[in-house]
């Protein structure tokens, strides 16, 4: 019987430490094959290769919140803010 050494890939969340997609643990020969498969089970990749499963909690929420831009912050002039209480 031989033993041979063998180094694999595969996808973990960056949340939540998770690797497995639909209860199992792929292998994979290349870090893009990993990746192509955590995208096929609805993980998200992000450009700087963040790997996001598809938990719905507040962390995971937190961390795509992250990862969007800020939201603008807009001023048309004769407008009232909305945080503004203008009752008497």
Known sequence: MA???RTFYT???DVCGSDDTDDVIPLFDTPNAAA???RTCR???T???QAICPT???QHRAALDDLLPPEPDIEIGGQLRL???TRD
């Open 43 to 45: 993980w998200l990749i």
């Open 83 to 85: 945080d503004l209480d």
């Open 47 to 49: 450009a700087d290769h």
């Open 36 to 38: 192509d498969d955590a």
């Open 56 to 58: 719905q909690d507040d």
């Open 11 to 13: 996808a973990s969340c």
């Open 3 to 5: 033993i041979k050494a």
